[in-house]
């Protein structure tokens, strides 16, 4: 029902974000109360448990003379559950961004609790001119490249010296 709300109100040229938390517990309900297609797939889950997740989560578009829908979705993993593996690696790659927090980090209470290995956006030349690309691009290297709270330190300290994003990443070398 939101979704279908959200849609028409795209196609009047709005602009709508739906935040869904959670794509593993949602395909976890279709799991159980579906109509199984009678193929379970690795950890119990039913083959047709991910169609109406997927389809949801696969709504998010611009619309050409219209307006946009955004669809931020989490998803659970490391719960020690097979079908929680299935269900993330069934949709690991199918949005544009993907941002992937640290327990080990929030546990020492560094926050943004963030994992910058594993977090980055796809097609990221769509959204910056080159030269601002290839800045951030230096920036995630230098990150990657240490303990991962050994960069959120680093990122944050240079966050608190930079007024703006130009100014963070005129400051990488």
């Known amino acids: ?13 709005k602009d ?3 935040v869904l938390d959670s794509l ?19 950890g119990g889950l039913d083959a047709n448990a ?7 989560f696969g ?3 611009a619309v050409p003379e219209g307006g946009s829908l955004t669809v931020i979705a989490t998803a659970l993993i490391e719960t020690e559950s097979r079908m929680d593996d299935v269900i993330f690696e069934e949709f690991k790659g199918t949005g544009n ?5 640290s327990r080990g980090l929030a546990d020492r209470r560094l926050y943004p609790a963030v994992d910058v290995a594993a977090s980055g956006t796809r097609r990221e030349e ?6 601002t690309v290839a800045a951030k691009q230096q920036l995630r290297r230098g990150l990657v490249a240490l303990p991962p709270e050994k960069a959120i330190d680093v990122l944050l300290a240079q966050l608190r010296r930079a007024k703006t994003n130009v100014e ?3 400051g990488v070398s």
């Open 24 to 42: 593993t517990r949602l395909a976890r309900s279709h799991n159980t109360t579906g109509r199984g297609s009678g193929r379970t797939m690795t």
């Open 16 to 18: 709508v974000v739906i």
């Open 97 to 101: 961004s993907e941002l992937r927090l």
């Open 50 to 56: 991910l169609a109406k997740p997927k389809g949801l």
């Open 59 to 61: 709504a998010a578009r």
């Open 126 to 131: 769509l959204l910056a001119d080159p030269q």
């Open 1 to 13: 029902m939101v979704f279908e709300h959200a849609r028409r109100q795209v196609e009047l040229g």
């Open 168 to 170: 963070l990443l005129a």
